[in-house]
Antibody, heavy 119, light 107 residues
């Protein structure tokens, strides 16, 4: 059974960087068939896919245009986890952030982290 | 980006009713359409993938269909535990995009 466990702060100041981690059990971040995603949800923007990392003989990333200049999604193979970094935060980045497994359909999700951007 | 338009935004139905939710894609996405159920305070849960395929463990009262760029989620006999918001998501091309959601209430 695949499980994704998220960790990271719930409160971040404007202009700072958000760092979240998603620890994987029951699968490998280096899987040749999976992809590892970050999605956020807010009342104003709904569910918004942010980016992903995946391994197909080498590492690849894809990012949403809306955050492309500010986001990094990266694997940590030694700890079997992946992370999200989102910099230059504004209050509009306030949302519940989820990690999820899927190369198309998103079949396993983390528990979600409410991130509030406020001074 | 592919836009996903869901309707209705909310509905109220009685236990045992047949419920349908529609999602329209702004362009062709083949069968790359997935449906999720989200209960308050929880992460979305995959119900249907590839437009028609029931995810393991999901009750058979849930089903999916397609007509062109219109996709439908049907609950054949609504149960009290189906109180939730339902979302469609296209996985034809990056960026993955979601519908705005349909909130299902029990009368």
């Amino acid at each position: 059974q695949v499980q994704l466990q998220q960790s990271g702060p719930g409160l971040v100041k404007p202009s700072q960087t958000l760092s979240l981690t998603c620890a994987i059990s029951g699968d490998s971040v280096s899987s040749n068939s999976a992809a590892w995603n970050w999605i956020r949800q807010s009342p104003s923007r709904g569910l918004e896919w942010l980016g992903r990392t995946y391994y197909r003989s080498k590492w690849y990333n894809d990012y949403a245009v809306s955050v492309k200049s500010r986001i990094t999604v990266s694997p940590d193979t030694s700890r079997n986890q992946f992370s999200l970094q989102l910099n230059s935060l504004t209050p509009e980045d306030t949302a519940v952030y989820y990690c999820a497994r899927g190369a198309g359909r998103l079949d396993y999700w983390g528990q979600g982290t409410l991130v509030t951007v406020s001074s | 980006d592919i836009q996903m338009t869901q309707s209705p935004s909310s509905l109220s139905a009685s236990v045992g009713d047949r419920v349908t939710i529609t999602c329209r894609a702004s362009q062709g996405i083949n069968n790359y359409l997935n449906w999720y159920q989200q209960k308050p305070g929880k992460a979305p849960k995959l119900l249907i993938y590839g437009a028609f395929n029931l995810q393991s463990g999901v009750p058979s009262r849930f089903s999916g269909s397609r007509s062109g760029t219109d996709f439908t989620l049907t609950i054949s006999s609504l149960q009290p535990e189906d109180l939730a918001t339902y979302y469609c998501q296209q996985s034809d091309s990056i960026p993955w995009t979601f519908g705005q959601g349909t909130k299902v209430k029990i009368k």
